[in-house]
């Protein structure tokens, strides 16, 4: 069973940035692909971006250019920076992770998600 904690939601005005933290436990993280997800109130849910084991990334449309994800092996954490925040990016941002190795293979988990309110 893979834990996922996610942080750094907030209210922020157009143009600001967030840096969101998903701290994983439960499973060796160096097994884990783990990704941002978000969902927008009546929207289905999307992928922002992702990181494997070994550092590489896959981007959502929805924040290309504008979103840097990145991965701490030794604190076991993700990060989402994300810059030129605009209202359309209003949603609760969930991290997910993918076991990779030989145990669980193939399971996903969900964080409970954090809560990102951009202002006009």
């Known amino acids: 069973q893979v834990q996922l904690v996610e942080s750094g939601g907030g209210l922020v005005q157009t143009g600001g940035s967030l840096r969101l933290s998903c701290v994983a436990s439960?499973?060796?993280?160096?097994?884990?692909?783990i990704g941002w997800w978000r969902q927008a109130p009546g929207k289905e849910r999307e992928l922002v971006a992702q990181?494997?084991?070994?550092?590489?990334?896959n981007y959502g449309d929805s924040m290309k250019g504008r979103s840097t994800v990145s991965r701490d092996h030794i604190n076991h954490t993700v990060y989402l920076q994300m810059n030129s925040l605009e209202p359309e990016d209003t949603a609760i941002y969930y991290c997910?992770?993918?076991?990779?190795?030989?145990?669980?293979?193939?399971?996903?988990?969900w964080g409970e998600g954090t809560l990102v309110t951009v202002s006009s």
């Open positions: 997910k992770a993918t076991v990779t190795g030989w145990t669980n293979y193939g399971m996903e988990f």
């Open positions: 439960g499973s060796p993280f160096a097994n884990l692909l």
């Open positions: 990181i494997s084991a070994g550092y590489s990334t």
